[in-house]
């Protein structure tokens, strides 16, 4: 059974670099590809040597999953073997979820708490079990958990203000418009940053090893100010010769700190992969190498002296991952939303009270500041952050400054904790200084900033929840294990390796099925020909309208039957159109800024479609979640005159959908007048209904949420109806 864990913990601990690395790549990748600082496979390769070097400095970060939150002299040999592989079972699967979710969340806070979970679970079980009169703070590493979990939340404000302070000082000096200065003096801006990421990344991070002489090393640490002071020197003067020869030395930069932040990332987040697994293959090693099995593994205490080969390894899995995770290009583009320089940032997620609040706090204290300031100062000010139009800016999500100095402050505070042993969220590093950057640059707008604060406010609390789901899991998987014995170890490892296996790898990607979103349709719409613009969006559309003709459809029919499944799965279906469409709306506009003189026709028609769309998929949410609510509620249902007059709707409605849906795959219109005279009786229809029902009301009552859900359905189904024949107008417009 020894064996059997050691071999598992393996397979896991490559498992955990792949999901962790499609986690976590946005971390060192994202700054470069919002960028657009070089190609993706210069990027990628770069970013790919910054991780094997960095797994070369890991080896003192291991020491973290052996004794960085538990005792292990506490513990046996089979009780920390199966503490590592209960920490494995339910953290390989936590962060798979989130990976799914595309939402990017912190390896770091899934190892601690994982860890701690794992740790409690024993620690009771001996307790319960009377073989111990240790008490629990005797089994748990606290003060250290404490200092680990405090360095992560310190690590999220001095992060976000360091992005912020740093960007702001360096839009100053540049701002947007920053070629012409730049070409002056950006040589020594960028060698400061130069030098910060070699002193920290090279003479810091890599003091362990054997890269740097010693001489050099004493001479470095002797003389810091010294050293510092010379590392500027020499990174502004080679940087001022490489701009003599035409060299654009920010993207230099932009690449040393790619490499830098991936060096730095691989050397603090390798534990997070591999350094439980690590510790088990250890634990294996110490206790065969023993006369008898150990009652204590104190062992694990010492310092980990890791071999070069498997460090390699895991070094060459993570730098495959690199290349060919989509996953990892998903969260990416999550981060890259929020801080992007646009104002129109599309979200699925509507402002919460607290994003409104926190905006409206903040314009009152702009407001402040501003009439406190001299208005010379104040207008110099706002040149300098006088941003790039939507044509100076191109397609990239932020310049070169930005980049740089997301890249900097990241680097620089990643290496510290590395430093000081303190495994510090990379992602809470990374996607904070991001923000304070984002902010700095005024990209927070009154248009985007509360949506914006609510991606911020929802990473966070997804990492929080990482917390309490990874301790939970893992304290749930670890009691299941001990005192399943070895049903409960062969069962649970099985299960998890199936849902890994079928999430990881027999799952199609989303996107390899659906290359090309709704969104993007309708980019490449507005640049092909009237022929292919006709064909590729009438498609689009009629698409659109079937998904509402079967949503629709499924709906009425559930609340018929009460069948809560069906209900619960068509508002999901219904939440994301809504979100589709709402999204088609915001990054309709900056294309349609692109449009020739003789194509602003075509885009008027263009907006006015997605319009009804939106405006059809909000009533249609307004019709399946109330449906849902009521059933879900057990409410009365409905009655049968009210099914009878609902059956009576819904076939008219299948009527009209079903050839307005013939009449796009067609792309003919002549049974247009034919839609509107239906509709027209279906109108008449809906009031007679409306009417009886009134009726009945005065007669027998009946139950006040049937009723009230009966009119709600009247009311959003005629809404339904007279966007959709709407569209079919627009359509016809643009095909003529």
Known sequence: MDLFIVITLALLAVMGIIVGVSNDAVNFLNSAFGSNAAKKNVILTIAGVGVMVGVMTSSGMMDVARS?????????????????????????????????????????VSLVFGLLGSAMALALYNIWGGTTDATLGEFINSG???????????????????????MYISRLIFSFRYHKIFSRYGAFWCGITLAGIIYFTVFKGLKSTTLIPDVLKEFVNDNTGMALLLLWLGSSALLWILQRFNVNILRVSILAGTFSLALAFAGNDLVNFIGVPYAGYDSYVIAHNADALPTSMEALSNPTKANFWIMCAAGLVMVITLFTSKKALRVIETERKLSSQSEEVPTNSEATVASRGIVRGVLRLNNFLTSITPEPVHRWINERFESLSEEERGDANYDLIRATVNLTAAAILISIGTQLKLPLSTTYVVFMVSMGSSLADRAWGR???????????????????????GFGIALAVTLALVYGGTIAIIAITAICLFLIIKNNIAKKDEEEVQEESAVSKIGDVLKRSPEEALINYTEHVCSSMEKVTMIYDRTIVAVFKENRKVLRDMVREAEDFYHSTRQQKYELLPLLRNLEDSDVNTGHYYVQVVDYISETSKALLHITR????????????????????????????????????????????????????????????????????LRRLRDTGGSSSANMLFFNILTETKTIVLHSRN???SLEHFVH
């Open 447 to 469: 248009e985007s900033a509360v949506y914006r604060i609510t991606g911020v406010t929802t990473v966070i609390m997804g990492w929080f929840i990482t917390a309490l789901g």
């Open 68 to 108: 960085g939150v538990f005792y292990p002299a506490m513990f046996t040999y089979q009780e920390i073997m199966i503490l590592f592989l209960g920490m494995m079972l339910s953290n390989i699967i936590l962060l798979d979820i989130y990976n799914s979710l595309g939402l990017p969340t912190s390896t770091t």
């Open 626 to 693: 109330p449906c849902y609510k009521h059933v879900d509620n057990n409410h009365s249902g409905l009655t049968k005159e009210q099914v009878y007059d609902l059956k009576r709707i819904n076939d008219r409605v299948e009527e009209i959908f079903g050839e307005i849906n013939n009449m796009l795959r067609t792309r003919t219109f002549e049974q247009m007048d034919d839609v509107l005279n239906k509709r027209d009786e279906m109108f008449d229809l809906i009031d007679e209904v409306m009417q009886n029902q």
């Open 727 to 729: 569209i079919m107008k």
């Open 144 to 166: 250290n958990a404490f200092a680990i979990v405090s360095g992560i939340l310190l690590s999220v404000v001095l992060a976000f203000f360091t992005g912020h302070l740093l």
